[in-house]
């Protein structure tokens, strides 16, 4: 017995505490506001990992419990294990559906294509079960193998892809100093869709070297170990692209500086027209309304009052202007209201049904001065 049989059980966890520190480290900033689509997916890549972990415990919990158990019970055991790992196939192809660059249509319609992938795995591999009389650790290993082939392989290279286009995106909002984590993270993926994906169960109908028994007894290396290092590798990556909440808050902290930096100047001078320059003109109106008032031509009194009246049509306009800059800027709910009034408008006139839907409010951030104007 070779140094990986041995130590079978604690590579197994260890690759297990891998996916799961990865799966709890992005749980943790789930409710942070994010304006990212990489950061608002890292949920699905979290699901995945923490049923990885799962699973993959479940082949060193499952065989301890062979002596406390019935066998009923870790025939159930067997099955709930492989349906978990499943199941994490799947959460990692709605993340790489996440971070590619589709209409939300099409998301809908391959999101709908892979959960009905899954339900045919499972139902087809339950039937040739059945017909051939499998045990539930061939069935688990048939499923999970199939899983790998059709769910794991296209997910860890769609979110690999989608992973390696975000770093333009990254750039562009500031944060140059993590794009190259994305990159890695894009690498590993890429990586793990070979190992993860094409070295498989030893199922009944698995390839001759591309399952995990002939993998182990032609390169004496347990497959296992390098997924456990895949992972710690991603799990290490995520964490440093969640550096980006960090830089996201520091950049709301330094647009709301100057935005109160904007509110005090534009307080300072809106009082400086208020009580200069409004009073001045007007103090000139009154001026001449009393010359007016003096005079005995008739035309130069005209003349004088049409003068007035300007003068109180600019005062009148510099009010105004008063008003625009002490409004209190355009949030994004003040903003999504206003539109969702605009449209109730536009039906009431038109008698054309409108509907109208906002989302993402609360990961939009602070929005530019000039925005909604």
Not at 145 to 154: Q, T
Not at 259 to 269: L, T
């Amino acid at each position: 017995m070779g140094f990986f049989e041995r130590n079978e059980v604690i590579i197994l966890f260890a690759q297990g505490l891998a996916f799961f520190a990865l799966g709890f480290a992005v749980w943790l900033h789930r409710r942070r506001a994010t304006r990212l689509r990489l950061t608002s997916s890292l949920i699905w890549l979290a699901a995945f990992a923490v049923c990885e972990a799962l699973a993959v415990w479940g082949f060193v919990f499952v065989p301890i419990q062979q002596d406390y158990l019935s066998a009923g019970l870790i025939e159930w055991l067997v099955v709930l294990r492989a349906v978990l790992q499943t199941v994490a196939f799947l959460f990692l192809v709605q993340f790489g559906l996440r971070l590619v660059d589709i209409s939300s249509v099409r998301r809908r319609a391959l999101t709908g294509l892979s959960i009905g992938a899954w339900l045919t795995i499972l139902a087809t591999f339950t039937a040739l079960g059945r017909a051939y009389g499998w045990s539930a650790e061939e069935w688990a290993q048939s499923v999970s193998a199939a899983s790998r082939y059709l769910l794991l392989v296209p997910g860890a290279v769609l979110s690999a892809a989608g992973l390696w286009r975000q770093r333009s995106v990254l750039a562009a909002a500031g944060m140059p100093g993590i794009r190259p984590f994305a990159a890695v993270a894009a690498v590993v993926l890429g990586i793990y869709a070979l190992i993860g994906g094409l070295v498989v169960e030893p199922a009944p109908w698995a390839p001759p070297f591309l399952n995990e028994d002939d993998w182990l007894a032609a390169t004496g290396f347990q497959i296992q170990a390098l997924r456990g290092l895949a992972g710690l590798a991603l799990a290490a990556a995520a964490v440093k692209l969640l550096e980006i909440f960090e830089v996201e808050d520091g950049q709301r902290l330094e647009a709301l500086d100057r935005a109160r930096a904007v509110a005090e100047e534009r307080s300072r001078f809106s009082r400086d027209l208020h009580d200069g320059t409004i009073q001045s003109i007007y103090a000139a109106g009154l001026n001449l309304e009393a010359v007016a008032l003096r005079t005995r031509d008739d035309g130069l009194r005209r003349d004088v009052r049409g003068i007035v009246a300007q003068l109180n049509s600019v005062t009148d306009g510099i009010r105004d202007y008063i008003r625009d800059l002490t409004r209190t800027p355009d949030t994004v709910e003040g903003i999504s209201a206003s539109l969702e009034e605009l449209c109730a408008r536009f039906a009431s006139d038109s008698e054309v049904a409108v509907l109208f839907r906002s989302r993402g409010s609360t990961a939009a951030g602070l929005l530019p001065e000039d925005a909604g104007r």
